[in-house]
């Protein structure tokens, strides 16, 4: 009840007050009424004002419509409801971005038009009469939307503005626009088609002045591609894309990325198609939104392509072209494709195939039709499918290079193109050849095309190819650490085939033989054919190749340390290896002239092989066109044995020769051969052994020079010329320092020596036998140095010549004295020594010898085959002893008898004939014989010493007892004597004396005695 009587009292307490403060204060408080004025109609903006660039006359947005403000653009409709205290539906409705309150406007702003209008949430409360509007929070354009980028310039060209999108249902806030329905949009003349669209719009939409997009679009995502079209200019060709995941597209840089099996697809105008395949792709457009770009390629709407798949593949016919790999990077601005993969890159053009471990290219985005720079850092497989490629396959393990160098800076075309390829390089020929090296290093030379209008090709220059260089091709084979290879153009067409000369024999070495009626000067390149090939090693090999309308022939070769060439030739219709070794070969062209020269080093003097013959010296040198071999100071050679004749002029067929060792010869000076003559100086040594029949025989001569004269002029360039050379005669010199001398050692089929002959003279020459159709084929000139015969050697005097036989058993020649032989076995030796002063004439056919004038011949037993002894000391004579003294002496083997069974030597079938002034003196131990003759002879094989004297001089014979008793002096014009019994078969006396009748001569011959 207290607090009841409380709560009133307050209550009277404060109503009192507010009575007294009502009638007190407030009066004094009331201002003076004010005079009522009439409101002012709020402001509107006409779009004429501000908008006349960018909408037509009498469009509604110039019209009487609303217009608010805000700082990013500009909201035009005509009509609005209020649907809540922030949100407002607006129709038709237009919204400008791009034209905001800011003080920067952009002349080609963004425009988003709905003819039904938009619901929008703002983000304070709107006064529609008030001419500004706060950021709108978001809202939704109802119905179809359509949204451009507008251009002052072109009002009435919807097709060549440079965004047109069209859908429907588009929701909006201050950040981005985007729908869910269906979008058609063109970018410049590019069309894209697609399903749920998200537009993000720029932070600061007026900060770039540039007048693009992206000074108020960000970036835009659309969900579902389905269809993506870039038209190309001046013809129907167009390129699609395709991709079954997210597009999104950058607008500040044209940068377009899309996922999941994309699919960029080339439509040519002659209805190719070419195809890239990815799984996903990032594309830096080339402005596309700028319509007035001519874009008559693919790649004029590109800036940039990455694409990345599993792998992305790149099938493109109309270039004929394709490429795989895991990312493939093209910078069309900066002139660069890359492409890498796991498993390496594959990439074809044309017959062209290659697998490789990454490619970078590099070209000018100016004229990307001009090859540019290639690297491929790692290993790669190159198949070339074209038949006039020589290359068939090409690998490397290491790295490859192709890199153009500009010759000529206001000529951008005009430059060679230089080949690096790294590490274990490999390739395959068309031929089935082989090539492989560590490193190759060339030069591809930029050739004018003859054709007005094409693009200049390229052709070899130089290359430079190092370690472990090998070659393996039909034509020739190589093994170098080195190979430089230099290109020449040869612009001389072929010209027809009249008389030409065989093709140089060194050219045999470098290119194959041809058949057709064509020829090249001063070569030609023909196609391979089945024949031998040149195999060529060295430290380094220099060639420079000659390029012509035909193909490719070696003007020069250079080979460099440890020199080896090897080849095949025909001689006698049999294949010789033939090998060059040295230091350093050299083949050389000069004006058509060829020229091979091989060097020495210290421990590889240059060394010329054919089958088992070869020539030695510091160097060598051939000259074909010159006829010309030259070896350089002292060397030495050896005659191939399939190259040496088997038997001697006029010899029957069963009497053949085989070469146990062919000639070999050495000489101190320099060999010269120059087409006609053969010239070895200075100091010269031959040896040589054969087989005669059974015996075998060994030879050695020496002299100061040898010469060797042919009867025509031989053209090395004419292979079957020399193979048929004729030999006119073969002479050897002597000096004070190199006397003649000439060995020949007898063996039996054991290996013992049987005999020894030995022949000292001023000079030898040797002229092979002549036939009668040989002598027919000679000159007028030849023929007065010639005659029909057999073959001969004359040994110009004074001279000398000695010979160790086995002795006979028996006879005025036997004796006690022993010999070493090779198996040391002891036989009886007798040696002979013949001098005399004019010459030496040998037959080769009848195997005859004549000593001319001054001739002396003594004969005793010699304990060596060593042990020699002066003729013309022998006066007084030791048993088995014996001298011939006369003018001229013929020894020669005796004509074969059918039946006659082998001998030995000591029981050779020779007969001597000795003429004119003859003087003959043997003993025995039945005593001395001796006597003079106008002519004498002997056969060996009858045991028969015949003695003849002249009508006015009888021969004169004497016999003396061993105790030196004379026994009988006669002259007789006849006597038949056997030497080996002393008894006398015959004679003819002239007159005579007898000491002791009974002793002594038998009387086997007593008919014929007067």
Known sequence: MARIINYFTALMFLLGTAIIYQNTFVPWLEPVAAQPVPARPAQELRGNDSLRDLFAEDSWQRGSCKCLQTSEGMLLFEKWEQSGGDQWKLWPVTVVLGRGISAKKDDQPIILEAAQGAEIKFTSSLDVMSGGAPPIDRGRMIGPVHIYRADPHKQNAESDRSIDLRTSNVGIDRKKLWTTDAIEMQF??????????????????????????????????????DELVMPLEKSDATVEIQCSGRVEYDFAIDHLMMRDEVSLIHRSATGQVDDFRCDSIELGLNNPTDSTILRTGPLDWVNRIVAKGNPAAANLPSFDASITGDQIDVDVSRGRIEAIGKQGIRIRRGGISASLANLVYQFDPRDPKRIGNILVDGPGIVSIDDPEVAVRKAQWAGALEVKPEKLNADD????????????????????????????????????????????????????????????????????????RLFFVDDERAPVPRKAAPPASPLRQWVSQPTTNNLVDQPSSAVAPVARSRPEVSGDIIIAQLRRTTTGLSAKQLKVEGNVRVSHKIEANGQNLDTVLTGELLQLL????????????????????????????????????????????????????????????AGQNGSSKIQWIKPPYCRWQGEMLFDGRKIQLTDGVDISAAILNGTEPWEFKMSGERLEVDLWDDVNLQDMAAVRQARVQAITLLKSNEHPVFVEAFQRAADGVLEAKHLLYAHSITMSPGMTAPQFALLSPEQRANASVGSGKIVGEGPGWYRAWVPSPSEGPMQHDQTATMVDDAERPLTGIHLTYNDQMTADLTTRALTFERGVRVGSRSVTHWEDTFNAAEMTALGVGESTLDCDQLRVAMEPPLPGRPAIGVATIPWEMQAISGVVFRTRSDKGLLEGTASRAAYAASKDMFTAQGAPSRPAIIRRSLPDGTPQLETAVRSMVIRPRTMTIDSMEFERGSVATPTQGISASGAANRR
């Open 589 to 648: 062209n000069h004006g058509g002239e060829d020229v091979l020269q091989l060097g020495s080093g210290i421990e590889s003097p240059a060394r010329f092989e054919i089958g088992d013959g070869f020539f030695v010296g510091p160097e060598i040198q051939i000259r074909p066109r010159e006829n010309i071999i030259w070896i350089k100071d002292a060397g030495e050679f050896q005659l191939p044995s399939n190259a040496l004749p088997t038997g001697l």
């Open 188 to 225: 410049g003349r590019a069309r894209m088609i697609g399903r749920d669209l998200t537009i993000h719009l720029a932070g600061n939409p007026i900060s770039n002045s540039s007048g693009s997009p992206a000074s108020i679009l960000d970036r835009m995502e659309l969900i579902y591609l």
């Open 412 to 483: 951008a075309t005009n430059a060679n193109v230089s080949v690096y390829v790294e590490d274990d390089v490999q390739a395959w020929l068309v031929d089935g050849g082989e090539f492989s090296a560590d490193n190759v290093e060339g030069i591809l030379k930029s050739v004018d095309s003859k054709v007005p209008g094409e693009r200049p090709s390229l052709a070899p220059e130089q290359f430079d190819i190092k370690g472990n260089v090998r070659i393996n091709t039909t034509a020739i084979a190589a093994d170098t650490q080195r190979l």
